[in-house]
């Protein structure tokens, strides 16, 4: 009995180290497992925030690239816009002049062009040339009563010019030209139109097509 109570007594202490020994294991490979599972933790959360930062870089530069493109293509489309308009100005108004040059009104408006061409040209000597229509009615007659006016001697060129009207005076040896033709009238309205229409759709008052 006594050696059946040592052997139990053994087997109940060994027993009892084995016990705790898996117990000091279990815990172990807990603590361990705890560990292993809150470095991986640590490391799946860098990398879901390395993951989204990229991603809202990227999604930012996309997003910059998009914003980019779409200003450049309003951009183009108000150039655009702006060349339909001033074209489309431009287009009335030559219908305009050319309607303007049948009437009355014009032939005393060229009659003008011509005694203040005179005068700022300012020599005694000048040839005026017309266009073929106007030298229907623009004749050498016309200009010996306005030589009359201005006390200069103006002579009706035996060349005419290819424009709507208006017309070009220049001095015998045709060092001084003077231009008031209505095309070139038109030039100067069509720089005025596009600062214009600039303003318009840019709120700029500098020619944009220059950009």
Do not use: P
């Not at 060229?110 to 229509?133: F, H, T, W």
């Not at 030298?135 to 060349?159: A, I, M, P, V, Y």
């Amino acid at each position: 009995m006594i050696v059946k109570g040592g052997v139990s007594a053994i087997a109940s202490e060994v027993l009892g180290d084995v016990q705790k020994e898996a117990e000091a294991v279990m815990l172990s490979a807990e603590n361990d497992a705890k560990e292993t599972l809150k470095a991986a933790k640590k490391r799946a959360d860098q990398n879901y925030r390395d993951i989204i930062s990229q991603s809202t870089a990227k999604a930012e530069a996309e997003s910059r690239k998009i914003a980019s493109v779409t200003e450049v293509e309003i951009r183009n489309r108000l150039l655009q816009t702006k060349e339909d308009l001033v074209d489309s100005a431009f287009e009335k108004a030559i219908i305009k002049l050319k309607n303007f040059v049948k009437t009355n009104e014009y032939h005393n408006y060229l009659l003008k062009l011509v005694v203040d061409a005179s005068e700022k040209i300012g020599q005694k000597d000048l040839v005026v040339q017309v266009n073929a229509k106007d030298e229907g009615w623009f004749t050498q007659d016309t200009l010996n009563s306005l030589s009359k006016k201005l006390h200069r001697e103006l002579t009706l060129s035996d060349k005419t010019g290819d424009y709507i009207g208006g017309c070009i005076i220049q001095t015998e040896d045709g060092k001084i030209i003077y231009d008031v033709t209505l095309d070139i009238r038109l030039q100067e309205l069509k720089s005025v139109l596009r600062v214009e229409v600039a303003k318009m759709l840019f709120g700029e008052g500098i020619e944009h097509g220059r950009c």
